[in-house]
């Protein structure tokens, strides 16, 4: 192109083109619109484009085409002193030199001046500045002297000014979008922490409002089983002084008075636990980070877990298998917690497992799968087990506070949200689970070796 090339068609053109980089929603569609729209405007010119990549401190060919032949692409150094485009991105100004050979000195940089180099004819190389930081170049180059004139690098000026200005407009949508992504992000956090303090508050508050009735519900129950024992022996004395069916009709309100108190103070009792696992729960503990035998707590708590459940129900039976990395060292941790972690898993797995022992009798035997693993920066526990596994729709509730699927009475759904917290909050480590319902349930903890 030259400048008395320019038609009101052309200006339409470069118009259209200005419009089309505008509604380029990304960089490949914008560098699509130059190479399709705006580099047809200077037909007959070689036409090229780079981009600056900072960390590489190079200029990166996107765009080298002449009289519609693609040149291979280059990358340029910004060390590289006899280059033109160079010369513009680091000085962030465009130029204008119709005769490269005489003209340079113009320019008054002694690199362009001494630079042979470059071959003779014309070039306009302007930068496409957004935020005075340069994001890469446009040149135009002809083999003639006084090809261009000024007129063209206006032109060229223009153009690389309307596609500077949709740069910034995508690199702003980009962070636009970004910093929606982060802030959600945040608020999710913040909703997530808000709920869980609160829901912490209103535990330890409703608990420690609870705990003080139910004292009085455990104490008099008590005293009543003592008084209904009391009144049944004292009644056995009066056996002569009453008539049979009075007798009777007493003892069976003694009895029951008995049985109900009994009744109330077992349920109390049961509620009293409940209780005191929400304190626990909401409190949080700041226990002491000691030195820890990872393998010999686990084992311990395995053999203990196991034993457990034999007392409850001496028909339980499981094979143990456990593979314990001999590698791993102490590692800081706060055993005591870190133990209630282990029995929560290891009743689960037993509660799973028992259950399912039950249900296929003689097909089925259970099995806890132990193992450790030394990592580099964590070592890593699994805890497996072949019950029944946890069904795709329970997966993403068990480690929330109360979440149980056991029936009323036996589970607080407590176990794993406590864990859950113990790993994560006090060990900085993670947990998660793997199923296969039916078939296997497996939880996975990693603690980092250097607890401080
Ligand atoms: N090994 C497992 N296999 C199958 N389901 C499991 C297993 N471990 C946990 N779950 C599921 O996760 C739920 C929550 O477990 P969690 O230990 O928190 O509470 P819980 O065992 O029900 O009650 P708690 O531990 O307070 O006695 C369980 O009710 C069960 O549905
Ligand atoms: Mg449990």
């Known amino acids: ?3 008395r090339a320019i038609s009101e068609e052309w200006l339409r053109n470069l118009n259209e083109t200005g419009e089309q980089l505008n509604l380029a929603d990304n960089i490949p569609q914008l560098n699509e619109v130059i190479r399709k729209q705006a580099q047809p ?39 590289r002193h006899d280059s033109l485009p ?14 490269i050979e005489v003209q340079t000195e113009n320019y008054n940089d002694d690199t362009i001046a001494n630079d042979i180099s470059r071959p003779s004819g014309s070039i306009a190389c302007c930068p496409l500045l957004t935020d005075n930081s340069v994001y890469g ?30 740069i910034s407009k995508i690199n702003l949508t980009e962070q636009t979008k970004q910093s929606v992504v982060e802030l959600e992000k945040a608020r999710t956090l913040l909703v997530e922490s808000e709920r869980m303090a609160a829901l912490g508050q209103l535990t330890a508050g409703i608990a420690h409002e609870i705990k003080n009735p139910l004292n009085f519900v455990n104490n008099f129950s008590e005293l009543t089983i003592e008084l209904a024992g009391e009144l049944s022996q004292a009644l056995d004395k009066l056996n002569n002084q009453l008539k049979t ?11 029951d008075i008995y049985s109900n108190a009994l009744k109330i103070n077992e349920h109390g009792k049961r509620a009293d636990s409940i209780i005191k696992g929400m304190l626990l729960h909401a ?16 084992a311990e708590y395995v053999n203990l877990g196991y034993h457990g459940m034999r007392a409850q129900d001496p028909g339980f039976n499981i094979k143990i298998e456990s593979e314990y990395d001999q590698t791993i060292a102490m590692i800081n941790a706060i055993p005591q917690n870190l133990s209630r972690v282990f029995l929560n898993l290891i009743n689960n797995a037993c509660y799973s497992t028992n259950k399912k022992k039950i249900e296929l009798k003689d097909t089925y035997f259970p099995v806890l799968t132990i193992k450790t693993k030394n990592m580099t920066a964590d070592i890593e526990i699994r805890i497996r087990d072949n019950g029944f596994g946890i069904p795709q729709s329970v997966m993403e509730k068990v480690f929330n506070p109360f979440f149980t699927t056991k029936p009323p009475g036996q589970g607080t759904g407590l176990g794993l949200s406590l864990s859950y917290d113990i790993i994560a909050k006090e060990h900085h480590g993670t947990m998660r689970v793997e199923s296969v319902e039916g078939e296997y ?10 607890l401080k």
């Not at 170049?137 to 949709?166: V, W």
């Not at 409190?283 to 707590?297: C, K, M, V």
């Not at 349930?441 to 250097?450: W, Y």
């Open 283 to 298: 409190r949080g503990q700041h226990a002491e980070l000691l030195p820890t035998d990872i393998n010999a707590l686990l």
């Open 137 to 166: 170049i446009i040149t135009i180059q002809n083999s003639q002297k006084n090809y261009f004139e000024r007129l063209d690098a206006l032109c060229l000026e223009t153009l690389c000014r309307m596609a500077s200005s949709a």
């Open 86 to 99: 160079v010369w513009c991105a680091v000085n962030k100004r465009s130029l204008l030199i119709n005769d």
């Open 441 to 450: 349930a497996e939880f996975i903890i990693t603690i980092p070796k250097n």
């Open 41 to 79: 405007l200077f037909n007959g010119s070689r036409f090229q484009l780079y981009t600056l990549d900072n960390e590489k401190q190079k200029l990166i060919g996107i765009i080298d085409t002449e009289n519609n032949r693609d040149n291979p692409l280059v990358e340029l150094p910004l060390t």
């Open 245 to 255: 069916e009075d007798k009777t009709y007493l003892d069976e309100i003694a009895g």
């Open 1 to 3: 192109m030259r400048t």
